[in-house]
């Protein structure tokens, strides 16, 4: 297995401008989730889908970033207008959800997001 | 609110020691914890996961516990490697819900 993919790795890009980050999770996988990791704030939930319905948003910062999940093998986590306090990297994992929580989260390399 | 916390931030030792790192949680509430292994520029590698009724668990040199009535874990690394130099992050999931709650992690280098 490929293990969680994102795109693109490394992304450099001006305040105000419009990113959009791509994650495919493991294949099978139920429940995808999308972290931000920042030196002052450390590692974050921002949103998790499970069988791709939205569950949990309450860690997304503002109406500025939002999350898709079209279908079980892709999710995007866009932000528009960008902000230079966005800058982070950003990485998304996945797991095979089963009730009491038996199973691991499986995270990406992560996208580095640099706002200037 | 969860709140995890780890102690030390950062730690320094000579190769071949055995080590301890601290991680303590406020809610008991937990469906597990895991311990995540996090290089330079890398995502992040579970190594060991502890489900709420488990005391511990083991995989190779590391061994982490778990004591959900004082909301601590521990992971002891046996014969460290300079290989074992890393950020190490504990986190637990919270019953009723998925979400991963990380401690800031301890900053491991193991000097040869």
């Known amino acids: 297995d490929a293990g969680v993919i994102q795109s693109p790795r490394h992304e450099v890009t001006e305040m105000g401008q419009e990113v959009t980050l791509r994650c495919k999770p493991i294949?099978?996988?139920?429940?995808l989730f999308w972290y931000r990791q920042t030196m002052m704030r450390g590692l974050e939930l921002l949103i998790y889908?499970?069988?791709?319905?939205?569950?949990?948003d309450s860690g997304m910062p503002e109406d500025r970033f939002s999350a898709k999940m079209p279908n079980a093998s892709f999710s995007t986590l866009k932000i528009q207008p960008s902000e230079p306090r966005d800058s982070a990297v950003y990485f998304c994992?996945?797991?095979?959800?089963?009730?009491?929580?038996?199973?691991?989260?499986?995270f990406g390399p992560g996208t580095r997001l640099l706002v200037l | 609110k969860q709140e995890v916390t780890q102690i030390p931030a950062a730690l320094s030792v000579p190769e071949g020691e055995n080590l301890v790192l601290n991680c303590s949680f406020t809610?008991?509430?937990?469906?597990?914890l895991q311990w995540f292994r996090q290089d330079p520029g890398k995502g992040l590698t579970s190594l060991l996961l502890?489900?709420?009724?488990?005391r511990e668990q083991t995989s190779g040199r590391l061994n982490a516990s778990l004591d959900k009535s004082s909301g601590r874990s521990t992971l002891y690394i046996a014969a460290s490697q300079p290989g074992d130099s890393a950020t190490y992050l504990c986190?637990?999931?919270?019953?009723?819900?998925?979400?991963?709650?990380f401690g800031q992690g301890t900053r491991l280098t193991i000097n040869p």
């Open positions: 502890i489900q709420s009724s488990q």
């Open positions: 294949s099978g996988h139920n429940s």
């Open positions: 986190a637990v999931i919270i019953q009723g819900a998925q979400k991963l709650v």
């Open positions: 889908f499970n069988n791709n319905v939205p569950i949990d």
């Open positions: 809610d008991s509430a937990i469906y597990n």
């Open positions: 994992a996945s797991s095979w959800w089963l009730a009491g929580g038996r199973e691991t989260q499986y």
